[in-house]
């Protein structure tokens, strides 16, 4: 995370967030108080660090959380809607040799397309 604020709407948005202000319009009335929330720990508890990185900071960390609930998402709603339609195909081909490599192949791809999702939101 930078220490500094980086170019752009970051710099209004952490100042008006130490200060419980009204950014430009729309104002992101939450990021707002999160910004002040973290500010005011900062104060508190954190004083060898500026509101600017603590606030960095807790932008990673809702970034990473929100990259892996959509990983999470993709995974399970993968299991429910694409492959809904196989699991006829499946019951109906249990006797066939390769059962092993179907399930395998549907984990793998359930699997990658939750990672790459993820990491498209991340990027």
């Not at 990983?71 to 066939?96: M, P, T, W, Y």
Request: one cysteine or more; a neutral charge; hydrophobic letters at 35%.
């Amino acid at each position: 995370a930078s220490t500094s604020i980086a170019g752009g709407d970051s710099g209004e948005l952490v100042a008006e967030g130490c200060t419980l202000g009204t950014s430009h319009p729309p104002g992101y009335p939450l990021y707002t108080i999160i910004v002040y929330v973290v500010a005011s720990f900062g104060k508190k508890f954190a004083t060898d660090y500026s509101p600017a990185y603590l606030v960095n900071i807790s932008s990673c960390v809702f970034g990473s959380v929100a990259s892996g609930l959509i990983s999470l998402s993709v995974f399970h709603f993968n299991d429910e809607a694409i492959f809904c339609g196989h699991n006829e195909i499946q019951n109906k081909s249990r006797k066939e040799s390769n059962q092993g490599l179907r399930s395998a192949l549907q984990k793998f791809s359930r699997c990658s397309s939750a990672i790459s999702s993820g990491l498209m939101c991340s990027f």
